[in-house]
């Protein structure tokens, strides 16, 4: 359930073009891909961000994840292929643009990136970039916040770059952009302590997550976490190590425990602790696990409750129940 089924992707793109797009943007997720959802779908620019650990309950490997991700960068598969856009920053990214058959291009913040980042600063308010394009100096403003959303706006301009697309629009586009629901999104409830919702639930994007809360923390960051059941295991082990190194306090708890055992999965998760690791303590009730975490903040404190994000619902033997980390902050707040 990642991008659409053929069909629909189909009916979407004519609905476009009936209604006079000149332009279209899809997210192609390494399983569609491999069940070939878009297999002859002309993408001109294809973007390659970063491959990390997940998905490997579908895939076998990490080898077979990159084989799905590099037939978007191949004329056999997009017939349609001018440009590759590669992140130079990530060894996947590298080795991809060995093996472009188009031109390929670069973004980092590696020097001889095509697309450079020379300096950035991060605030409250989002983000100030200046990079080095395509053999000139560009600047951006964006209300978007976090490491990994340098990456993302620097992929964004130069595809909308590689299409045709002016300056002054790519400018304005990437400054009006607000934040994705679930995606690092701030809860406003009138608290002396901030708290993020983030969609995280692999070790790279809870790493990033915990990084940018070190970063924009006036105090401590407190990470409430789980791992979803009937997934990818052995990353359980792995999210239990980075949390408690870039958290000052974790809560682990559920997540979407599915047909698995939530306090199986939690003991999973904490045989990636390193040893003598004090900072954590499990609840296996989220309800439970993010009060406990309202209840202990301080002023300055940033809590991050990763896993869920934009969803409202946890999966429960083989149930979705009703679940909005929204609603449980804010009914929090109203009876306090």
Known sequence: MTTPEAPDIQKALNLGLEQGCAHGTI???????????VFGCHFPVAVFTNLSQDHLDFHKDLEEYFRAKLLLFQRGYNPGLRYILTNADDAYGRRLARLSEVPSFSYGTSKGSDICLINHRATHQGLELTLAFFGRTFTLQSQLLGTHNLYNIMAAAAACNLSGIPDDTIQAGIRSLRSVPGRFERIHVGSPFTVILDFAHTPDALENALNLAQEISQNRVICVFG????RDRSKRPLMGKVATEKSDMV????DNPRSEDPESIIKQIEQGIPSGTSNFESLPDRKKAILRALAVADEGDLILLAGKGHETYQEVDGQRIHFDEREIIKEAFCFN
Not at 27 to 37: D, I, K, T, Y
Not at 227 to 230: I, L, R, W
Not at 251 to 254: G, H, L
Request: glycine share 10%.
């Open 27 to 37: 997210e192609v997720s390494s399983h569609a891909l491999h069940l070939q959802r």
């Open 227 to 230: 791992c979803g059941g009937d």
């Open 251 to 254: 809560i682990i708890t559920s």
